[in-house]
T-cell receptor
Framework: DARVTQTPRHKVTEMGQEVTMRCQPILGHNTVFWYRQTMMQGLELLAYFRNRAPLDDSGMPKDRFSAEMPDATLATLKIQPSEPRDSAVYFC??????????????FGEGSWLTVV | GDSVTQMEGPVTLSEEAFLTINCTYTATGYPSLFWYVQYPGEGLQLLLKATKADDKGSNKGFEATYRKETTSFHLEKGSVQVSDSAVYFCALEDSGGYQKVTFGIGTKLQVIP
């Protein structure tokens, strides 16, 4: 069963530490998204990539967050330094953008981050 | 920019009750519209979708019709079950060909026996 795989599933870290979250998109998918979910803000789009190139990262605080796709099978989201307000569930999702419309995106199970 | 507005929950219903979750959107062009569902501890998964005006998406007894004139995509189900308890997200994909997907805040549904 093809699925999006995220690691770690849970992470507790101290304020100021670096956090790296990893995502393996579904093989063959050319579009990868990073979302952050909190009770107050719901699902926020942080960044997304098409064919490994960043298309939009306007939702991401640039001073501490960075997102990359070193290769087609790996996407990373890094927070440095982390702050308590970064505590949230971070979802990676992937899809096959065909240039048409109505493309389904597939979510991983999320990385639950707690910064203390 | 594109945006999705959906009713805030939580919504609590008795089993077999009728469900409506309202969703309206703001977008340029002709977006595609979706409902995703999130069960506890899991990621979101597609429930149904519609890609053009007057299309009806349906799945597992849920339905939603793309209404361009009212910019709405309300989710309905005639008889809910306890297993439908989840968070429901309305979403749109922009029409610019970039597959950028914007989600609403989510509506939590609790169905009690």
């Amino acid at each position: 069963d093809a699925r999006v795989t995220q690691t770690p599933r849970h992470k507790v870290t101290e304020m100021g530490q670096e956090v790296t979250m990893r995502c393996q998109p579904i093989l063959g998918h050319n579009t990868v998204f990073w979302y952050r979910q909190t009770m107050m803000q719901g699902l926020e789009l942080l960044a997304y990539f098409r064919n490994r190139a960043p298309l939009d990262d306007s939702g991401m605080p640039k001073d501490r967050f960075s997102a990359e796709m070193p290769d087609a099978t790996l996407a990373t989201l890094k927070i440095q330094p982390s702050e308590p307000r970064d505590s949230a569930v971070y979802f990676c999702a992937s899809g096959l953008g065909t240039g048409g419309s109505g493309n389904t995106i597939y979510f991983g199970e999320g990385s639950w981050l707690t910064v203390v | 920019g594109d945006s999705v507005t959906q009713m805030e929950g939580p919504v609590t219903l008795s089993e077999e009750a009728f469900l409506t979750i309202n969703c309206t959107y703001t977008a340029t062009g002709y977006p595609s519209l979706f409902w995703y569902v999130q069960y506890p501890g899991e990621g979101l998964q597609l429930l149904l979708k519609a890609t053009k005006a007057d299309d009806k998406g349906s799945n597992k007894g849920f339905e939603a019709t793309y209404r361009k004139e009212t910019t709405s995509f309300h989710l309905e189900k005639g008889s809910v079950q306890v297993s439908d308890s989840a968070v429901y997200f309305c979403a749109l994909e922009d029409s610019g060909g970039y597959q950028k997907v914007t989600f609403g805040i989510g509506t939590k549904l609790q169905v009690i026996p």
